[in-house]
């Protein structure tokens, strides 16, 4: 069975622009996680979406938003990109949501210039 | 709220060596804990994860990790150290958030393993 991918894998954007990632789930996973990696906040938990609708949300401002789409892949975007949002970001999907069964894929590499 | 601290930013250890790395959480329930590993340039792999009942948890790779509630630790061991385990790890506790569980992760150990 396939894994989670992530595309792009690597990104380069400027300040101000929009960006959008993609996160395809292992085959039967409802649920897709993102979370941001940065050096100096560590790992934090953008949003969670089950079955198309956002269950949960981590504290992050309006810029980021997601969607998921019937087939349960989801998309990412981030708009009016910032320095700081320069980032690894990852998604992991699980069947229904429950932390203890996430796998993680192998993330998106943002680079904000 | 719930944090996550990982005292060690680096621990170098030979390899063969014993390992142990720290982690203390902060949390008003009953935590529910993981420790998860990054090699460079992939995503996170969950090693093993504490709910409830044995205090001592085997994991994936030979690592193992105790739960001591008292201390409100949750270290990750191994007895014998390979040079394939250098890598970051990262403890994490799943608090409630919104009503569901969510990851809150410490900042992350990176191991180096000398020969």
């Known amino acids: 069975k396939a894994g989670v991918t992530q595309t792009p894998r690597y990104l380069i954007k400027t300040r101000g622009q929009q960006v959008t990632l993609s996160c395809s789930p292992i085959s039967g996973h409802r649920s897709v996680s993102w979370y941001q990696q940065t050096p100096g906040q560590g790992l934090q938990f953008l949003f969670e979406y089950f079955s198309e609708t956002q269950r949960n949300k981590g504290n992050f401002p309006g810029r980021f938003s997601g969607r998921q789409f019937s087939n349960s892949r989801s998309e990412m975007n981030v708009s009016t990109l910032e320095l700081g949002d320069s980032a690894l970001y990852l998604c992991?999907?699980?069947?229904?949501?429950?932390?203890?069964?996430?796998?993680f894929g192998p993330g998106t590499r943002l680079t904000v210039l | 709220a719930q944090s996550v601290t990982q005292p060690d930013i680096h621990i170098t250890v030979s390899e063969g060596a014993s390992l142990e790395l720290r982690c203390n959480y902060s949390y008003g329930a009953t935590p529910y804990l993981f420790w998860y590993v990054q090699s460079p340039g992939q995503g996170l792999q969950l090693l093993l994860k504490y709910f409830s009942g044995d205090t001592l948890v085997q994991g994936i790779k030979g690592f193992e990790a105790e739960f001591k509630r008292s201390q409100s630790s949750f270290n990750l061991r191994k007895p014998s150290v390979h040079w394939s385990d250098a890598a970051e790890y990262f403890c994490a506790v799943g608090a409630l958030l919104g009503g569901r569980r969510a990851l809150t992760f410490g900042s992350g150990t990176r191991l180096q393993v000398q020969p």
């Open positions: 992991a999907s699980s069947l229904d949501g429950e932390i203890d069964t996430q796998y």
